[in-house]
């Protein structure tokens, strides 16, 4: 169970390569079913804890997931894969954002992992794309870890030189505080969501490499002020860049195409510098 935010156990992680053809999920949806009864349970006992106790499970939650996560951060870096985590509230556009970036980027091989508590309609949607993806179900889980992610290359086995996408959870709470051995952290959020959802969410905010704001193109209809965000967030992560686009229209895209060729160099850099030292 995760202590931080009482979660089903990782156990019930579902890993499953999307076919051609149709399958029953009907069995997966009772299985899950019956952890969630099970974490219940646990959450009863849970209760009579002292406040202590909870903090010292937390932290060798996190300890464990943070050795887990270098772990997997040694193997991608060893097949120099390039690993974003990206993270948002449900429905920011996080799936047609990845769509549409495989369908516009052909001079890299990409792979995506994907994220949901049930079912695979967004595994399903990337492999009408063509790229390779494998589905992670969650169950009652709110977040995808290290231990997840690391079953995951197995089933996925991403080529060399891969760009490789973490479509998380959609939750901006406990993502935050999983290390899944990623290169960065991407947050999206979506201009119908408020201004002020980097200072409702801090600490997701905090751990961002890039924060994108999508559907600007809804702006004129919305109340959503670009600069005050911009503000929110700067006052979170003082280095972050805020990068403005639609995925519907292609505005921003560009840029970020930039980001990630920017962020792909650097890793190589960075690789190749430990290559001669060693």
Known sequence: MC???????????????????????GGHHHDHGDSHDHHHDHGADHMHLPVTETITLEQK?????????RHNRDWLEQRNIVAFNMTSSPGAGKTTLLERT???????????????????????????????????????????????LRRAFDA???APGTLLFIENVGNL????????????????????????KPLKYPHMFAAAGL??????????YVDFDLDKCREYVRSINPGVEMLPISVTTGDGMARWYDWLAKERFAASASLDHVVERA
């Open 3 to 25: 202590a931080t935010c009482g979660c089903g156990n990782d156990a019930t992680a579902m890993i499953t390569v999307p076919h051609d053809h149709d399958h029953d999920h």
């Open 61 to 69: 939650i996190l300890a464990k997931n943070d050795l887990l996560a």
């Open 102 to 148: 495989i369908g516009e980027l052909d001079e890299v091989p990409i792979a995506v992992i994907e994220g949901d508590q049930e079912t695979l309609l967004d595994a399903e949607r990337i492999k009408a794309t063509g790229c390779a993806v494998v589905q992670i179900n969650t169950g009652a889980g709110c977040h995808l870890d290290a231990d997840m």
């Open 156 to 158: 996925l086995a991403p």
């Open 173 to 196: 709470v406990c993502p935050a505080l999983f290390d899944l051995g990623e290169r960065s952290k991407v947050v999206v959020i979506s201009v119908t969501e408020g201004t002020d």
């Open 211 to 220: 924060v994108i704001v999508n559907k600007t193109d809804l702006l004129p």
